[in-house]
C-alpha cells in the first residue's frame, strides 16, 4: 500500500508538470502604452484602454489565460510585463498581464473601459475593487 501512495504521488507531480502551459512572446509581439492613474495602471493599445478588474491567483490565471500577444514595460523597473489574451474572449475587451511566462503564479485580468456585459466564465472571480 505505501508503494502504491508513493507511486501515486510521483505520478500525479509528474503529470501536473506536463500540463502546465509554456507561454512564449510571439514574432511580432504588441506593445501596449502603460501610465500610471489613481487606483493602478491604465493599459493601452489601438485607442483601447484597459483598466484593472480583478487579481488572479495562479489557478485563475492557469485557467483563463490563453496565448502571450505582447508586453509593456513596467513603469517602476522597466522590465517586461507580458499581455495575455483570455480564453474564449476578445483581447479586445479582456487581457491577462503576468510579470513571468514560465512561472504563472500571478496576475492580474484588466477589461477594456467601455466592457459592461461581464461573460459568465469571469462572474466567479473574487473582483479587486480599488476606491
Known amino acids: 500500500m505505501k508503494k502504491f ?6 505520478l500525479s507531480l509528474s503529470l501536473s508538470g ?5 507561454l512564449s512572446l ?10 500610471q492613474i489613481n487606483n493602478g495602471v491604465l493599459l493601452s493599445w489601438n485607442n483601447q484602454e484597459y483598466e484593472l478588474y480583478s487579481l488572479l491567483d495562479a489557478k485563475g490565471l492557469s485557467d483563463l489565460t490563453y ?18 489574451s483570455v480564453n474564449n474572449l476578445s483581447m479586445n475587451e479582456w ?30 472571480i473574487d473582483r479587486i475593487v480599488i476606491e
Not at 5 to 10: D, G, S
Open 95 to 124: 487581457i491577462i498581464e503576468t510579470p513571468s511566462l514560465e512561472h504563472l503564479h500571478e496576475g492580474t485580468l484588466y477589461k477594456e473601459k467601455n466592457v459592461s456585459n461581464i461573460p459568465t466564465s469571469l462572474k466567479d
Open 67 to 84: 496565448e502571450c500577444i505582447g508586453f509593456y514595460n513596467d513603469l517602476v523597473y522597466n522590465e517586461p510585463v507580458y499581455i495575455c
Open 18 to 22: 506536463c500540463t502546465r502551459k509554456q
Open 5 to 10: 501512495i508513493i507511486f501515486f504521488m510521483i
Open 26 to 35: 510571439p514574432q511580432n509581439p504588441i506593445e501596449f502604452s502603460a501610465q
